[in-house]
């Protein structure tokens, strides 16, 4: 995205660089403005004022005011990942990794819980571009699919081969489930969610083992039949 | 709530009938501007207008916006069990009586479709009292959640003691997340949430079935210690 957004001159880097500082510049104000008074009253205008660019400018980095919480998900996701990281080097059970990475989706989001729940509310309209699932998420949704995808490829936990490959979208969707809890959770430090986390993560663990006994493998085919049918 | 809310009077009883008249009127005044003109953008003044009441006397009705869609769930629980009710009084199967009183909810909420979407949008603000999980939202709720142990105590179904006395509330959890789906499914009829739900029940029933066996008895307690851990 940045090749085609950023434009280049003979000054080359030097231009790319300040594009990106620019660019850096009005996402940043844009999310404090989003906080301090909400995702719906805050313009474009306003955004170009206070990042102190032109309104032009500001529409040639970010087209819409979606496109700017798109932006928001593609970083929070890339620090998701880098968050987790350091698990997925250390953890090797399934149960510990996916623990891991779940705990470090809340520990990135912590400081944007105020804020998620401004967007979640725009985000809530069925046909908003801003939903999880929708083909304007698609980047950064398949990013952390396949991050749940790494979570059992490095573990050391055996699965269904049947239910493998549908597994990671499996987990993303419990993820979601936990993040709609999440933006509720008014708990201090959204202890709760912290409580969600420990006590699904062996429940799923058991449940992924429990996959490969014969007498739940129909149970296993249900839900796959069951997601195909969704997804068309 | 009637009784407090309907003055009495030496009149009595007509006084009684023509303040429910009131009360419906404004209510499904009510209605019909949030469907037209969106949840946010009507006002008390505006729905007292419309339905030719002075506004003391809309208010003296309903105290706030919030409590006229209070008593549109309550009145939409109403109607679902009306629906379920020949449903439960024929089917004799778990899965049977299950898929009914689901596919009930679905026939009596569809002409709300578009109405649920806006107030959705207001529900989806964490603190908002208009939220299913909310004290405020309370009473269908719990009706709601009887009408589930209802599909289980008349059906043929056996189930793992330990469970049961929380499948009611495990299986209300589960409707939740199909009216989500129905909520933002922009499908033809909401074609796609008959089949989430076709779908969706016998895995449940499955699952339900499977619950006995002492393999997944952990997993009956993981889950019932979940739903404790999030209750408090």
Redesign the interface.
């Known amino acids: 995205m940045t090749d085609q957004s950023v434009p280049t001159t003979a000054a080359g880097e030097a231009t790319t660089a300040r594009g990106e500082q620019t660019r850096q510049l009005i996402l940043e104000t844009a999310m404090r403005l989003f906080r301090e008074r909400g995702y719906a009253r805050t313009t474009m205008r306003a955004i170009a004022q206070e990042a102190g660019v032109a309104v032009g400018n500001a529409y040639y980095y970010f087209d819409s005011k979606e496109r700017l919480i798109q932006e928001f998900y593609t970083r929070t996701e890339e620090e998701h990942r880098a968050a987790a990281r350091p698990v997925l080097e250390r953890e090797t059970t399934f149960a510990g990794r996916l623990a891991g990475v779940l705990h470090a989706a809340i520990d990135v989001s912590t400081p944007s819980h105020d804020f998620a729940?401004s967007v979640?509310?725009?985000a809530?309209?069925?046909?908003s571009p801003l939903?999880p699932?929708s083909p304007e998420s698609s980047g950064p949704r398949q990013a952390s699919i396949a991050l749940f995808d790494e979570v059992l490829s490095g573990s050391t936990t055996k699965v269904d081969p049947e239910l493998r490959p549908h597994l990671p979208e499996l987990l993303w969707l419990a993820y979601m489930g936990i993040v709609l809890y999440w933006?509720?959770?008014?708990s201090p430090g959204q202890a709760?969610t912290r409580?969600?986390i420990d006590?699904?993560v062996?429940?799923i663990d058991?449940?992924v083992s429990?996959s490969r006994?014969r007498?739940?493998r129909?149970?296993t085919r249900?839900?796959v039949?069951?997601l195909r049918?969704?997804r068309h």
């Open positions: 729940a979640f509310k725009v809530a309209e069925p046909t939903s699932f933006v509720y959770d008014r709760r409580a969600l006590g699904a062996p429940l058991r449940l429990l006994l007498v739940l129909p149970v249900q839900i039949e069951l049918t969704l």
